[in-house]
């Protein structure tokens, strides 16, 4: 019995995966490739949220000066959501000096009891754009100078009521590398469904929302209370039938924060575990599959120990393939010797996140408790 549903999972995940990789080679669509004229774009308000990010904010800050976008069409609106530290100073001091920026000292916290601390703060300053599209990152990312520009155009050739970038992980030290490995899975395979039509998810470091589509949804304050505001509102923006595509370029690649320390880490996934719990079937079906791939093929490798390795091996190839082809539509190329590191990391952080995630506690996010 234990052989037979331990070859059924692993044959399962190992067809999962040959799936993705088919379909990432011959179903990977690019939306944002025409080049529109400067008369053309559309005004964009630029929302960046920070709490409690002074280390931060320095590149952030840096990356936004060098974005290639025209200025008499950029809103930048930046929010300081009760930061202890000297957030608001450094953001107040960078906004008063550029006539495009707007500074907002964010009130209360969770002023509605639908809207998480995130939401609350996104939802007053959305309030204050004025431009066509909104676009969202946060306080610890990197934005490439091509970013504005290309996620305009991306909206300006589909007219999506949402469309999510890419973002990877940046950080030298092993375990950052790691996590990066782990983005490009997951948002490899949020790009493959995406493609075909099954596409629920959104990323609020990375995100576009038409004005249309912001104010049909009611804004932030307009949708259920949830710990991940981006799953949310990608999800209501959808049951309004607007279009929510996923574009992935070098043009707008996002760099984000490692987390520091492995206890950070299970904090971060805890809460986008609230998130995943709500997705459809067919994504519980897929995330699953890869979880419960590691008992299974450890029962395989106890039983058969020959196969099991092989089969083992055979996941690890054909997953790093998808990862490495993945990232590459970036012109981001990793070193292959890390996926052989990375099989040993998602296992012991697939089933931690399962277990914190069932454990007693509140999910704390930048010192607020859910």
């Not at 495009?100 to 809207?115: L, N």
């Not at 300053?125 to 996620?151: Q, R, V, Y």
């Amino acid at each position: 019995m234990i052989l037979h549903l331990s070859i059924f999972v692993v044959t399962i995940l190992l067809i999962q995966d040959l799936a993705l990789t088919f379909l990432l080679t011959f179903n990977f669509k690019e939306f944002g490739e025409e080049r529109f004229i400067e008369n053309g774009l559309p005004q964009i308000s630029i929302l960046i949220p920070c709490r409690n990010e002074e280390g931060n904010l320095p590149k952030t800050l840096t990356s936004l000066d060098q974005l290639d976008y025209p200025k008499n069409k950029v809103q930048v609106i930046l929010g300081n959501d009760n930061s202890s530290d000297a957030s608001g100073e450094i953001l107040q001091n960078w906004s008063a000096k550029r006539q495009y920026s707007e500074f907002v000292e964010i009130q209360g916290h969770e002023a509605d009891s639908k809207m998480n601390g995130k939401a609350n703060a996104l939802s007053q300053m959305a309030k204050l754009a004025s431009g066509d599209i909104l676009l969202f990152t946060d306080a610890d990312c990197e934005i490439s100078p091509n970013w504005a520009m290309h996620m305009a155009q991306t909206w300006l050739r589909t007219k999506a009521g949402m469309i999510t970038g890419i973002t990877t992980v940046s950080g030298s030290r092993f375990f950052h590398k790691m996590q990066a490995l782990d983005w490009w899975l997951t948002l490899g395979m949020v790009k493959v469904m995406g493609d075909l039509g099954i596409s629920v998810t959104s990323m609020g470091n990375n995100m576009l929302i038409s004005k249309e589509a912001y104010r049909a949804v009611g804004g932030f304050e307009g949708i259920p209370f949830s710990l991940t505001e981006d799953f949310e509102i990608a999800r209501q923006v959808e049951k309004k039938g607007f279009r929510n595509i996923h574009e992935v370029s070098l043009g707008n690649l996002v760099k984000t924060k490692a987390q520091s320390d492995f206890k950070k880490l299970l904090s971060q996934r805890k809460r986008w575990m609230h998130g995943a719990m709500t997705l459809p079937f067919v994504w519980k079906l897929i995330l699953s599959v890869q979880v419960l791939f590691f008992p299974a093929i450890l029962g395989l490798i106890i039983l058969h120990p020959f196969e099991g390795i092989i089969l083992w091996l055979s996941k690890v190839l054909i997953q790093g393939f998808f990862i490495y082809r993945f990232a590459s539509k970036t012109k981001t190329y990793l070193k292959i010797l890390d996926f052989l590191s990375f099989e040993i990391y998602y296992l012991i952080t697939a089933w931690s996140t399962i277990v914190y995630y069932f454990w007693p506690s509140k999910i704390d996010w930048k010192g607020r408790k859910y």
